[in-house]
Nanobody, 123 residues
Framework: QVQLVESGGGSVQAGGSLRLSCVDY????????MGWFRQAPGKEREFVAA????????RYADSVKGRFTIFRDSAKNTLYLQMNSLKPEDAAVYFC????????????????WGRGTQVNVSS
């Protein structure tokens, strides 16, 4: 049973924006650290951004700092990734991840993962 469901992917031109969403159907969203990862064809999965359960602390990959914003809405059990100034190199499948431990999310060893949403960026 899929417990994390991503949406919001699509195709945009370079410089455009997209907002990804990840709905958490479990009952642990409020207490879970969350994160976004991405994987492009032929490449390893890489960290994009993470947020603590409280939302008070965030971290970003250097490649997306200043362009992407991670935030969460506990009332909606939803994690978001606002992506602005998109570049062709941002194209990938984006995955949502969740774990009770923030360090696990940062390290890519979260215990729950979504199936991903595709982002395409044309030059």
């Amino acid at each position: 049973q899929v417990q994390l469901v991503e949406s919001g992917g699509g195709s945009v031109q370079a410089g455009g924006s997209l907002r990804l969403s990840c709905v958490d159907y479990r009952r642990t969203f409020f207490h879970s650290a969350m994160g976004w990862f991405r994987q492009a064809p032929g490449k390893e999965r890489e960290f994009v951004a993470a947020i603590t359960w409280s939302g008070q602390s965030t971290r970003y990959a250097d490649s997306v700092k200043g362009r992407f914003t991670i935030f969460r809405d506990s009332a909606k059990n939803t994690l978001y990734l606002q992506m602005n100034s998109l570049k062709p190199e941002d194209a990938a499948v984006y995955f949502c991840a969740s774990d009770p431990e923030y360090a696990a999310v940062l390290g890519g060893s979260a215990d729950s993962w979504g199936r991903g949403t595709q982002v395409n960026v044309s030059s």
